[in-house]
């Protein structure tokens, strides 16, 4: 599966981006879908993880309460919703698909993803 980010940009602390990840193919829900974020010298991390039929969800810590990852299956696209952004948000942020099902109960590994976005990038301004 190929896919296709978007949405980022320059945003105040406390504003809110809504990201978008477009795939390709027509097996879209079975695919898990993650979003991870590299911030400038550190290690791309996960940011949140959806299961193929958006009923199980995975969030970081850091983000839990202000962003909220959903997938509408019929247009092969999954969202990440952040609002309350702080300056530490800021990353290039990459979605990533993973075959099979997903218990969203623990935090999935980059090493597990096959398909990677090219990336889009959040830059939030104190």
């Known amino acids: 599966v190929q896919l296709q980010a978007s949405g980022g940009g320059l945003v105040q602390a406390g504003g809110s981006l809504r990201l978008s990840c477009v795939a390709s193919g027509r097996t879209f829900r079975n695919y898990a879908m993650g979003w991870f974020r590299q911030a400038p010298g550190k290690e791309r991390a996960i940011v949140a993880a959806?299961?193929?039929?958006?009923?199980?969800?995975f969030y970081a810590d850091s983000v839990k309460g202000r962003f909220t990852v959903s997938r509408d299956n019929a247009k092969n696209t999954v969202y990440l919703q952040m609002n309350s952004l702080k300056p530490e948000d800021t990353a290039v942020y990459h979605c990533?698909?993973?075959?099979?099902?997903?218990?969203?109960?623990?935090?999935?590994?980059?090493?597990?993803?096959?398909?990677w976005g090219q990336g889009t990038l959040v830059t939030v301004s104190s």
């Open positions: 990533a698909a993973r075959f099979g099902p997903y218990s969203g109960n623990y935090a999935p590994a980059p090493a597990g993803f096959g398909s």
């Open positions: 959806i299961c193929g039929t958006g009923g199980r969800k």
